[in-house]
C-alpha cells in the first residue's frame, strides 16, 4: 500500500512531539525535575533520543522513519527519494506533529496545574532562551545541529553500514544535539516537532516559529551537499528502500512507488 510510508511518518512524528515535547514540558513547565536546569536538560534529551531509537526500528523498514522534514530534505538533496515522495513525508509529518502536540496539550489541560506559561516545550530565542540567545545565535545553533543530526542519518543508512545499530547511533546524535541545543533555544533540528507547540501555545513561540522551519531546512540540505562530497556514489552507498510485500530485509529509505 503506498499510503503506508505516509501514515508511518504520521503517527511516528506524533508520537516524537507526545514523548519529546511532554518531557520538556515537565521537566521546565511543570518542573518535575525541581531545581535543577540540568536535570531537565538531560531528562528532556534522552527522551527526545530514546523515543527517536524506538521509532527508527518500529517504523524504519516501513518509511525509513524520518520524522522530521530536515531529514526529508536531506534525503532529497542527497538524491535518495524523489521530490514527489518528500512532499507527501513533509505533509505527514507535520500532521502528525500536530495530532501529537494536540492530544498532549489536550492531556495536560486535563490537569489542574496546567496554564499556557506552563508552556507545551515550544522553542525560543531572546526571553524564550535559558542563555538569552538572540536570532543570530539561535539560527547558527539550529543549522549546526541539523546538520551533524541529518548527516549521522545519512552515513549510518548507507548500504554498507551496519543496520542493526543505526538506530541507536541516531538516538545517540539526537540525544547529543539536544544537550548542547536545549539552553540555546530548546532544541528543534525538526520543523514539524517546532511547529505543533507553537500552534497551541502561540504568542511568542508562533511567532518565532520561522527560524526553526527555516534553520533545520538548511542545516539539513547543507549536511546533504557534504554527504554527496564524501561519498561521491550516492544512491549505490545508501541503503536499499524499505521492503515490499515479497521482501523482508529491513531498511531506513522510504518506499519507492
Not at 531509537?53 to 532529497?76: D, E, K, M, Q, R
Not at 534553520?215 to 554527496?228: C, I, K, T
Amino acid at each position: 500500500m503506498k499510503n503506508r510510508p505516509l501514515i508511518a511518518e504520521a503517527v511516528g512524528t506524533a508520537l516524537l512531539v507526545f514523548f519529546g515535547a511532554g518531557t520538556a514540558t515537565l521537566a521546565f513547565g511543570f518542573k518535575t525535575t525541581g531545581s535543577s536546569i540540568s536535570a531537565g536538560v538531560v531528562a528532556t534529551a534522552l527522551a527526545f533520543g530514546l523515543i527517536l531509537l524506538a521509532l527508527v526500528y518500529a517504523f524504519g523498514p516501513v518509511s525509513g522513519c524520518h520524522i522530521n522534514p530536515a531529514v526529508t530534505i536531506g534525503f532529497l538533496v542527497g538524491r535518495r527519494i524523489t521530490f514527489a515522495e518528500a512532499i507527501g513525508y513533509w505533509i505527514a509529518q507535520f500532521i502528525g506533529a500536530i495530532a501529537g502536540a494536540a492530544v498532549l496539550y489536550g492531556t495536560f489541560n486535563l490537569t489542574s496545574s496546567y496554564t499556557k506559561s506552563t508552556g507545551l516545550g515550544a522553542n525560543g530565542f531572546g526571553a524564550s532562551s535559558m542563555i538569552g540567545a538572540n536570532a543570530g545565535a539561535a539560527f547558527i545553533a539550529e543549522v549546526i545541529l541539523t546538520f551533524l543530526f541529518v548527516f549521522v542519518i545519512l552515513t549510518v543508512t548507507r548500504r554498507v553500514s551496519n543496520a542493526a545499530v543505526a538506530g541507536l547511533v541516531i538516538g545517540l546524535a539526537l540525544t547529543t544535539v539536544h544537550l548542547v541545543g536545549i539552553p540555546i533555544d530548546g532544541t528543534s533540528v525538526n520543523p514539524a516537532r517546532s511547529l505543533g507547540p507553537a500552534l497551541f501555545v502561540g504568542g511568542t513561540a508562533l511567532s518565532q516559529l520561522w527560524l526553526f522551519i527555516v534553520a533545520p531546512l538548511v542545516g539539513g540540505a547543507l549536511s546533504a551537499l557534504l554527504y554527496q562530497f564524501l561519498y561521491p556514489k550516492g544512491e549505490e552507498e545508501a541503503s536499499v528502500a524499505p521492503a515490499r510485500e515479497e521482501q523482508t530485509q529491513p531498511v531506513t529509505e522510504p518506499r519507492r512507488g
